[in-house]
């Protein structure tokens, strides 16, 4: 499973990057070699303090990081009031075909980071991001939980083997 949450850039060995800020591989790549160089970059988006201004960012380094992961994980990206980024976190680990999410688990861990917004993503291990009725519930009963310590939920995102689904994008959220 990724580890993204360590919060720190790493170097791109493959790459050598010119003044305008465009890569060039140094060496022919395989595309394992691209994928994990693209993770890299994506890492950088969702570093420790830099705001979220884009879904897009948060939606392509999900998908990067938790596409292909085998069983359900529920992540939790942990915001300051200027959405920019604390930790991200897997809080919770399932099976191929769902995860125990525990909103109070949630709460506990906001407060703890002093969280002032957070987003959420899970993944669907069987590639289908239409969200389950089960996935309606929980978002709303974690938005509903952290209101209470004026926590605000921001999105929630699928990630399956399409684009990913956005619960703020179809307007549940």
Excluded at 35 to 50: E, F, H, P, S, V
Excluded at 81 to 92: A, S
Excluded at 138 to 143: E, H, Q, V, W
Aim: glycine residues 6%; aromatic residues 8%.
């Amino acid at each position: 499973m990724p580890t993204p949450t360590t919060n720190t850039p790493a170097k791109l060995p493959y790459f050598v990057a010119d003044k305008s800020g465009k890569y060039r591989a140094r060496i022919p790549l395989t595309e394992d070699q691209i994928i994990k160089a693209a993770k890299i970059l994506l890492n950088k988006r969702i570093y420790k303090g830099d705001a979220l201004t884009s879904p897009d960012i948060v939606r392509a380094w999900l998908q990067a990081n938790y596409r292909d992961v085998e069983h359900e994980v529920f992540i939790c990206l942990f915001l300051d009031n200027q959405h920019r980024v604390i930790k991200t976190e897997v809080l919770f680990r399932g099976t191929i075909d769902g995860a125990s999410v525990y909103p109070r688990e949630v709460v506990k861990r906001a407060l703890q980071l002093n969280a002032a917004a957070v987003m959420f993503a899970h993944n669907h291990p069987s590639g289908i991001t239409d969200p389950s009725q089960a996935d309606k519930q929980i978002t709303a009963k974690l938005k509903e939980a952290l209101g209470l310590m004026d926590i605000r939920t921001l999105d929630h995102f699928i990630i399956g083997s399409g684009e990913a689904y956005s619960f703020a994008e179809h307007g549940l959220i």
